[in-house]
């Protein structure tokens, strides 16, 4: 296992398409995360899951956003009618359940560029 | 929303000297991490240090933590070329596993 990946590593598509970004997390990780991050800003929180359960979605992820993570290993975030905003980098994590955490382990990012 | 602020927005040393980036936060934490990200790529896990926790030490990394003051600090001493990338602080609020981050410092430095 060699940590968290991340496909694609770009993606260009053109406004009002669908796109749709895949994470595997490390294998003993039951939480994983996908955040947003713009040129110069911190991530932004979109939504976790542990297991298959979506716990928590920032009002970032608006109707158009969707993530899964349908049998608790791998996940996927799907952006429905892409927008020019919606360019940014899409980040994963993964992380041991809260009581050892000691940290998420990040995946190199999608970067997104809608044009 | 951001929690986190850091301070200096950027830094530029020389190498050898010691950085030092700040982060302040709104609202009480379980514990505070550091990320490091080099240019387009993702985050890299350095140092947690839990809100009873005042200091703590990793190799060239040094973390204070002040929950009184909602503030805490990232020294890196005797830094190398290696180490310029964007420094992140992020919290972990009690009740929720998500860390906010903070908007981060850049550190550049120069050979």
């Known amino acids: 296992d060699t940590g968290v990946s991340q496909n694609p590593r770009h993606k260009i598509t053109k406004r009002g398409q669908n796109v749709t970004f895949r994470c595997d997390p490390i294998?003993?990780?039951?939480?994983l995360y996908w955040y947003r991050q713009t040129l110069g800003q911190g991530p932004e929180f979109l939504t976790y899951?542990?297991?298959?359960?979506?716990?928590?979605k920032s009002r970032l992820l608006s109707d158009r956003f969707s993530a899964e993570r349908p049998k608790g290993s791998f996940s996927t975030l799907e952006i429905q009618r892409t927008e020019q905003g919606d360019s940014a980098m899409y980040l994963c994590?993964?992380?041991?359940?809260?009581?050892?955490?000691?940290?998420?382990?990040f995946g190199s990012g999608t970067r997104l560029t809608v044009v | 929303s951001q929690q986190g602020e850091e301070d200096p927005q950027a830094l530029s040393i020389q190498e050898g000297e010691n950085a030092t980036m700040n982060c302040s936060y709104k609202?009480?934490?379980?514990?505070l991490q550091w990320y490091r990200q080099n240019s387009g790529r993702g985050l890299v896990h350095l140092i947690l240090i839990r809100s009873n926790e005042r200091e703590k030490h990793s190799g060239r990394l040094r973390v204070t933590l002040d929950t009184s003051k909602k503030s805490s600090s990232l020294l890196i001493t005797a830094s190398r070329a290696a180490d310029t990338a964007s420094y992140f602080c992020?919290?972990?609020?009690?009740?929720?596993?998500?860390?906010?981050f903070g908007t981060g410092t850049r550190l550049q430095v120069f050979p």
């Open positions: 994590a993964s992380s041991l359940p809260a009581r050892e955490k000691d940290g998420y382990t």
């Open positions: 899951f542990q297991n298959e359960a979506q716990l928590e």
């Open positions: 992020a919290t972990a609020l009690f009740n929720t596993d998500k860390l906010i």
């Open positions: 609202t009480s934490i379980n514990n």
């Open positions: 294998s003993e990780h039951n939480r």
